[in-house]
């Protein structure tokens, strides 16, 4: 199975909020993890890689539990221009693809 | 400027008209792929290729071709279009040749299929 599941959202939170976002993958020999993130009717752009001590990349940071099988992100201080949808994408070990979930909405109001 | 470039942007068509996506790249990556993208159903590949002259399927290939004749181009064939092929449509490129690392998707294709 190469299932990735995300909330769909939509996420509402205010300017300056922090907000995080939870992903479960199914297939235990995942062994690669991104988030990407894609604006409306825009293509998906890499947003962060996923490490297995975690990481930190300015106001996001990605973590990972091998263990339960998810990968989160966390963002703090949510900017308007956060507002998009997030894709959790898992590659799978032996499989020459990546596969994405369906993506976490966010908005962000003033 | 490192790109992924797609054309047309938009199209509108009737069905049984055979037409083609072009998809360029000009990052000299050897991984190359095309996805389409419904609302609930998300991202889902069709077709990707390691290198010129090999290409594999994806999870939805069926209605679509595609060949890898030249590293930089990966055109994407539908011989005989229907309407659930409305969809929005992306072609990537990936540094690694398994196509495992970052992908770089190019703009996107939006097909209506009359």
């Known amino acids: 199975r190469k299932e990735v599941e995300q909330d769909p959202g939509p996420f509402n939170v205010p300017e300056g909020a922090t907000v995080a976002f939870n992903c479960t993958y199914s297939?235990?020999?995942?062994?690669?993890f991104f988030w990407y993130r894609q604006d409306c009717r825009k293509e998906p752009k890499l947003l962060m890689s996923?490490?297995?001590s975690g990481n930190e990349d300015g106001r996001f940071t990605a973590q990972l539990n091998r263990a339960s099988q998810y990968i989160s992100l966390l963002i703090r201080d949510s900017k308007l221009s956060d507002s998009a949808t997030y894709l959790c994408?898992?590659?799978?070990?032996?499989?020459?693809?990546?596969?994405f979930g369906k993506g976490t909405m966010l908005l962000v109001s003033p | 400027e490192a790109q992924v470039t797609q054309n047309p942007r938009y199209l509108i068509t009737v069905t049984g008209k055979k037409l083609t996506v072009t998809c360029s790249q000009n990052?000299?990556?050897?991984?190359m792929s095309w996805y389409r993208q419904d609302p609930g159903l998300g991202l889902r590949q069709i077709y990707y290729?390691?290198?010129?002259?090999?290409?594999d399927k994806g999870d939805v290939p069926e209605g679509y071709k595609v060949s890898r004749k030249e590293k930089r181009n990966f055109p994407l064939i539908l011989e005989s279009p229907s309407p659930n092929q409305t969809s929005l449509y992306f072609c990537?490129?990936?540094?690694?040749?398994?196509?495992?690392?970052?992908?770089?998707f190019g703009p996107g294709t939006r097909l209506t299929v009359l």
């Open positions: 994408v898992v590659n799978i070990k032996g499989y020459s693809t990546l596969t």
């Open positions: 990052m000299n990556h050897e991984y």
């Open positions: 996923v490490y297995s």
């Open positions: 990537a490129s990936a540094t690694s040749k398994e196509g495992t690392d970052t992908q770089y």
């Open positions: 297939n235990s020999a995942s062994q690669s």
């Open positions: 290729s390691m290198n010129v002259e090999v290409t």
